[in-house]
């Protein structure tokens, strides 16, 4: 089902929170991530002839969007693979860096944990966040980023296990987990 | 080591919780959203100065008055089985309705009073996150946008075997409830409405859950007043401020 102009705005403007977030996870930066949001859609409005409602819905579609963007313009900038394997990326190191933070109140815990997840590559917490924050299903994890369901899966395994190893330290000392 | 099942499970709602309060707060700026909006605006204000092209000569008008018929045709059965079977339309779970409908008349019909102790009937705020908080999920609180109603009060009852957000509203001899549930994974985003015995029922689902109002029975909310009630209350659903990571912390360790 093709939509008209007015429903294809309405629809698209509903995921502007959305896209703004995996932005902000793809590019570790406010500024970079407007500019993604603005591309994409600029894109998405283009590309709005082929779109059609009854596939996935919008969502998938314009992650699809963003995520092929952000990674052809990865590819260019830097002369890197367009996604990378997952062995790969389990061998990769930390995206960002885990500043010092204090770590005795709650709030400390919290950043560490915001820290660990910022610290994933790129390509787990993608899947992260559209499975825990945006409630996708695996298959339109799957289509929106081109991979096989099974590589859903094992990212989002692979990004529990990597967060899991970050905190582990920390937990021991603040005493939250018995050694 | 690679877990056994990692290609055809997985759910983890303690990683799910720590993702969301890390991500969730992240939003577009107004800016951004204006920006945006005016960028589609001119893209549909180019569509409508296009010349237009006469009605029969537009491609696969055969196709839509095909479909025309078929909806026409579905309408007709759909309008024909209400008017028998008592349920009206559409996506809403039958179980989930039943539930709604039964938890709606087994607590609006006398049964304690819903106040959570402590928590003043007037303080909504308290009321939404205290319910939030022993859910550890969002909920569906707000006073009611239309003058009239007052609030019984609010608690977790189960629908079916679900725990819910429970909120009773009181206008004359009429009752509102609104239940707010975690979404399954079946369920679609959108809107619900339908009619259950006599009981409108509207509801809605989006990332933050499943929410939806029923109307008392007797005597009955129409349909439509219920679900404008809903379009007003939508935007009121809020999350528990009370969140504990050192609880989630170490279960993600685990």
């Not at chain 1, 309405?10 to 995921?15: G, P």
């Not at chain 2, 009321?127 to 019984?152: D, F, I, K």
């Amino acid at each position: 089902m093709s939509l008209t102009a007015k429903d294809f705005e309405k629809l698209a403007l509903e995921q502007t929170d959305l896209l703004y977030r995996l932005a902000r996870r793809l590019t570790h930066n406010a500024l970079a991530a407007e500019d993604l949001v603005q591309e994409t859609f600029l894109r998405a409005i283009k590309a709005r002839n082929t779109f059609r409602l009854e596939q996935y819905g919008i969502k998938p579609w314009l992650v699809r969007i963003m995520h092929n963007l952000h990674f052809s313009r990865s590819d260019r900038e830097k002369k890197q693979p367009k996604a990378w394997e997952d062995a790969a990326l389990e061998s990769a190191g930390p995206t960002a860096t885990i500043s010092p933070i204090d770590l005795r109140s709650f709030d400390a815990m919290d950043e560490r944990v915001v820290h660990a997840l910022e610290a994933l590559p790129t390509e787990y917490k993608e899947v992260l966040m559209l499975w825990a924050v945006e409630e996708f299903s695996y298959k339109e994890i799957a289509h929106a980023l081109d991979v096989p369901i099974g590589t859903v899966m094992s990212r989002l395994h692979r990004a529990r296990q990597r967060l899991s190893e970050q905190l582990k330290d920390f937990a021991k000392e603040e005493g939250i987990v018995r050694e | 080591m690679t877990p056994p099942d990692e290609h055809t499970s997985f759910d983890d709602p303690t990683l799910k919780q720590l993702c969301c309060h890390a991500w969730r707060k992240d939003c577009a700026s107004k800016e951004l959203h204006a920006k945006l909006a005016a960028a589609l605006f001119d893209e549909s204000a180019g569509d409508t100065i296009r010349p237009p092209v006469a009605f029969w000569q537009r491609p696969f008008v055969g196709v839509a008055a095909a479909a025309v018929v078929l909806i026409v045709s579905g309408v007709a059965i759909l309008q024909y089985h209400s008017s028998n079977g008592n349920v009206v339309a559409t996506a809403v779970d039958a179980q989930l309705a039943a539930d709604l409908v039964s938890r709606h008349d087994s607590c609006c019909n006398g049964h304690g009073n819903h106040q959570l102790p402590g928590i003043a009937l007037n303080d909504m705020n308290k009321l939404g996150q205290a319910l939030s908080t022993n859910l550890h999920r969002p909920v569906l609180v707000s006073a009611m946008p239309e003058m009239g109603w007052s609030l019984r009060g609010g608690e977790v009852c189960p629908v079916g075997k679900t725990p819910s957000a429970h909120v009773i509203f009181d206008h004359g001899g009429e009752s509102v409830s609104v239940f707010s549930l975690p979404r399954t994974p079946d369920e679609h985003d959108g809107r619900y409405q339908m009619t259950l015995n006599n009981h409108a029922i509207a509801g809605f689902v989006d990332s933050r859950g499943t929410f939806f109002l029923v109307g008392s029975g007797e005597p009955a909310i129409t349909p439509e007043h219920l679900a404008a009630l809903r379009d007003q209350m939508q935007s009121n659903v809020v999350m528990n401020a009370d969140y504990a990571p050192r609880e989630s912390f170490a279960e993600l360790l685990h």
